[in-house]
């Protein structure tokens, strides 16, 4: 009789033990839970940061194209004050032959008055004269190098605030080159691509598209490759 007393205590005596272990085991789960649900929280906080920090970026390239396209502005508006003093104080001399002059480039480029022209690659040397052939005309220049050093994020906001794209092909990363490609597809952009990174090819290219841009219908713009060694596209090529 004392042998099975003693045998059942035993067994109660573990039976309460294994409830301890199991109370335990309750509370270490539970534990588990509780921080696997921080780590959830904490999960989509860093998803939220992330967002707002590539929409932070976009935001800084889109700034830093619009103070570039500002300080185009102003120094184009510098350049026409100075012009204007230039030729008030030469109009009594110049006379009849300043309009005759004058007149038929106003005629060639007014289909880029006021107009942002990309340029995208080209020789880092020449972007000082590419400004100037495309100011002349009476467009605003913009440059971004084709991925060379300016990053893609800026391309991205370059193409989005441009009216047309000269794209100098031999002087760009093939990343660039695909992405000016199927931005202009997908926008219907008008877009140029020039084979040759020089002024001469640059002025032809301008000169192609101002002719496009003055052919063009009200109802929509012309899409056909010029074989002029330029391509010209609107959207497809």
Known sequence: MAE????????????????ARVVAKDAQ??????????LQDSFAEFEAHRRLQRRLQDQQARSQVLEQQNADLRRRLAAAERAGALATAGLAVAGAATATTVAPAVVESVG????????????TGSVASYR?????????FAHHDGGLEDSHNVLDASLAAADLVIC???CISHNAYW???DFCK??????VFVENPSVSSLARGL?????????????GRSDGAVETGIQVTAGAT
């Open 4 to 19: 099975k007393a003693a045998e059942l205590q035993q067994v109660q005596g573990e039976l309460v033990r294994t409830r």
């Open 168 to 170: 100098q092909t031999g």
């Open 132 to 140: 100037d052939v495309v100011e002349r005309v009476g467009g605003q």
């Open 207 to 219: 000169e192609t598209i101002s002719i496009t841009i003055a052919n063009a219908t009200p109802a």
């Open 186 to 191: 997908r926008t219907g952009k008008q877009c």
């Open 179 to 181: 992405k000016v490609k």
């Open 29 to 38: 789960i539970a534990f588990l839970q509780q921080d696997l649900a921080a």
């Open 112 to 123: 880029l008055q006021h107009k942002v022209v990309l340029c995208v690659g080209g020789r």
